[in-house]
């Protein structure tokens, strides 16, 4: 006998529906920092400024340097399902780190944020929300880019504010965001401020690197992963049936007792994918003891059309067309090196 009481289906309204995939898309404060960071990145940001209170919940605010938002784009920018970096025809060619045009909706449902933005050759406008209530486009002020403010995030749904970890924890979830971004982006200066009774103390900061790619690379690596870890690290460089693998990955003397300094990349995406942890151990096996990790920094470029990022709302999994091929890649190429690692230092001891 079935009791439950009989509703008639009804359609859902929008700011409903936008808390409900709000709930997917922002997890927590590191995921909105995570999204605003990425919009700047996809903007073509060369400086971007973040700025969090109370670990995020308190606030959020994003300065960059970017494109800026058009005037008339702007009530766009906070409707669910727009975006300017596809054109919702071919969802196999991406090169941005958006695409879904949740974000800025998501996060205008959850918080009470605040927009302003100018784009070359047009004045600065500002726009607001609260809850999901979009406010109307005002003129501002403002000499470049854009300025995103998010407070008081899951005020509008307190049960997603009350699976908050301590402020600290938040902080250095946001932290850990923004070193992966600056390690995927060695071109472009980032810092983090955590500000407190009006007092803004810098948590990270790294400038812009000089050089070619690979200069830039190593520069980067070293100015987030520690000195230490850049020289104790080998080069990667290897390719198969059109997967490219680079990066540094610590001798290794070198590991760590826990998982923590272990950094994917996938086309440039930030990623925390089990295939490529898995051979990342794989890789290591003959040569660390049990309970301990490798350091790594493994960057993975295919084409377009060789992984799909379109996997979770985070965009944090991927999924390999050929996942064997991936895996095989990243196994030989860290058994390689470290074999010939092996094999130059104990040259050098018994030269
Ligand atoms: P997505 O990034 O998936 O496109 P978002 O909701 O994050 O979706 O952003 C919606 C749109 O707003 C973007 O496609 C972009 O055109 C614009 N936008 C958002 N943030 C910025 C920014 N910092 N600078 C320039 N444009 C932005
Ligand atoms: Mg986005």
């Known amino acids: 006998k079935i009791d439950a009481p009989r509703s008639r289906i009804r359609q859902l309204g929008e700011t409903a529906i936008n808390r409900i ?32 209170a109370g670990g995020g919940a308190g606030l959020i605010r994003v300065v960059d340097d970017g494109s800026g938002i058009s005037a008339e ?17 071919n969802l196999t060619d991406i090169h941005s780190f958006g695409f879904r045009g949740e974000a800025l909706a998501s996060l205008a449902a959850v918080g009470r944020l605040s927009l302003t933005t100018r784009t070359e050759g047009e004045e600065a406008v500002c726009i607001s929300a609260e809850g999901g209530r979009i406010g109307p486009v005002k003129p501002a002020a403002l000499r470049r880019g854009t300025i995103v403010e998010l407070r008081d995030l899951f005020y509008a749904t307190p049960a997603r504010l009350k699976f908050l970890r301590s402020e600290r924890a938040e902080a250095q979830a946001v932290g850990d965001v923004i070193r992966r971004l600056a390690m995927a982006e060695p071109g472009v200066a980032f810092r983090l401020c955590d500000a407190r009774d009006g007092d803004e103390r810098v948590i990270f900061r790294v400038e812009a690197e000089q050089g070619d790619l690979f200069d830039a690379l190593h520069a980067r ?8 870890f850049a020289e104790n690290a080998i080069d990667l460089d290897a390719e198969r049936e059109g997967l490219h693998l680079t990066g540094l990955a610590a001798l290794p003397t070198y590991s760590r007792g826990s998982a923590t300094h272990q950094y994917l990349f996938v086309n440039n995406r930030p990623v925390r994918d089990k295939l490529l942890i898995g051979a990342l151990r794989a890789g ?24 799909d990022v379109n996997v979770h709302p985070a965009k944090a999994e991927v999924r390999f067309r050929e996942p064997g091929v991936a895996r095989g890649l990243v196994v030989s190429a860290l058994r390689h090196a470290l074999a010939g690692a092996g094999h130059r230092s104990s040259r050098t001891l018994t030269s």
């Open 21 to 52: 995939a709000a709930g997917e898309v922002v997890e927590r404060p590191a995921s909105a920092v995570k999204e605003l960071v990425e919009n700047a990145l996809d903007a073509g940001a060369r400086r971007i400024e973040v700025t969090i």
């Open 73 to 89: 784009d702007l009530p766009l920018a906070l409707a669910r399902h727009a975006t300017s970096k596809i054109d919702g025809t």
């Open 221 to 228: 690596l070293a100015a987030v992963m520690g000195r230490d």
């Open 284 to 307: 290591y096996a003959d040569c660390l003891a049990p309970g301990r990790y490798p350091a790594a920094a493994l960057y993975l470029a295919c084409p377009a059309e060789a992984v």
